[in-house]
């Protein structure tokens, strides 16, 4: 008896030691990431002068809160083992349908808003029950549904998008309150709402449970095909806000307008720490990763880098990123957790 009471009380405390460790290993990501990118915009103002001032940083949360909206979707696809390559169609699909149905009138515009949302919510759908009840593998599946979902919005638009947004939506996009561009405070309360539900709601722990064992979370009695369908809605529905806040801040839709947001909407997940195997993932770390990302893309546009260079210059940061994150995380985690008493 005494035995087994031991067995237990030393299981348990190799359980708490791998929860502090992950912890752990999350916060010196976290703090590392953002660390890196408030060097990164000190250092721009050797490019210029205008560059590592207040207006810059306001310029790039401004930038990078279309980021963090698919960004953190698509975080929540990663986290159950999944992966969702719809995203660029999604968002171009929200954007094109803001501005055909709104046509530039704020008429109609408290149902219009739930219309498209919820349009974009049943391509998300459709992603899910692929996934989880046929089985189909998710680059595969959601790779399909975007080539499918893009296909309608090339012939609903006949090639040209035509509209625009309603003007309430283009006057918040484009405003400023207190001398702060609007989109960064619904950035900030989005932070604070993705943060609260991934990490510390009832349904961000199931995701995580079904990320971490899906047979396991099963045999718990966890609805794990229910629970990933919701994942990629939840992607799709992010998708789709971030196309209709796009079509505000550009007055318009294009066709391409969520391609440059496909791979930095995985990236920054992953640079910020979450595993690309699922079962691992914090929103603050992605959002990290956006502002990272971002900051790059902004310093070499101002260096007048060609697209090409750009787009590999780019990956490079990102692998050494990684690479560097990864390493100082298990190096902390060796040091501090690896010898056991």
Do not use: H
């Not at 207006?55 to 980021?67: A, C, D, G, M, R």
């Not at 060609?306 to 994150?325: F, S």
Request: proline share 4%.
């Amino acid at each position: 008896m005494q035995n087994d009471n031991a067995m237990t009380n030393a299981g348990a405390e190799q359980e708490d030691k791998r929860t502090t460790a992950k912890v752990s290993g999350e916060f010196v990501t976290i703090v590392a990431i953002f660390g890196l990118t408030i060097a990164m915009i000190l250092a721009s103002r050797a490019i210029s002068p205008s560059f590592g001032s207040w207006s810059q940083v306001e310029t790039i949360l401004y930038l990078s809160s279309f980021l963090v909206f698919c960004a953190f979707g698509q975080g929540l696809v990663i986290l159950v083992r999944g992966l969702d390559l719809s995203i660029a169609s999604v968002i171009t699909l929200g954007g094109v349908l803001t501005a055909s149905l709104m046509n530039g009138s704020n008429e109609g515009l408290i149902y219009l808003v739930p219309m498209i949302l919820g349009a974009c919510v049943i391509v998300g759908v459709v992603s899910g029950i692929g996934v989880a009840y046929l089985r189909v593998p998710p680059f595969i599946m959601t790779m399909a549904v975007g080539l499918i979902v893009y296909s309608l919005c090339l012939g609903f638009t006949r090639g040209t998008p035509r509209g625009y947004p309603a003007p309430l939506l283009s006057d918040f996009m484009q405003g400023k309150f207190l001398g702060v561009p609007a989109p960064v405070y619904l950035l900030l309360v989005f932070v604070v709402f993705g943060t609260v539900l991934q990490s510390y709601s009832a349904f961000g722990r199931k995701l995580n449970a079904v990320g971490n064992n899906p047979l396991a979370a099963y045999i718990a009695g966890l609805p794990s095909g229910l629970l990933i369908v919701s994942a990629y809605a939840v992607s799709a529905l992010c998708a789709g806000f971030t196309g209709m806040m796009l079509a505000g801040y550009a007055s318009g839709a294009t066709l391409r307008m969520g391609d440059s947001y496909l791979l930095p909407s995985i990236a920054a997940v992953v640079v910020g720490g979450s595993s690309i195997l699922g079962g691992q993932g914090n929103f603050v770390g992605t959002v990290g990763g956006a502002l990272l990302l971002t900051t790059l893309a902004t310093i070499l546009t101002a260096l007048g880098i060609e697209q090409g260079w750009k787009t590999i210059m780019e990956g490079g940061v990102i692998l050494l990123a990684l690479i560097a994150l990864r390493e100082q995380s298990f190096a902390f985690l060796r040091d501090v957790f690896g010898k056991r008493g």
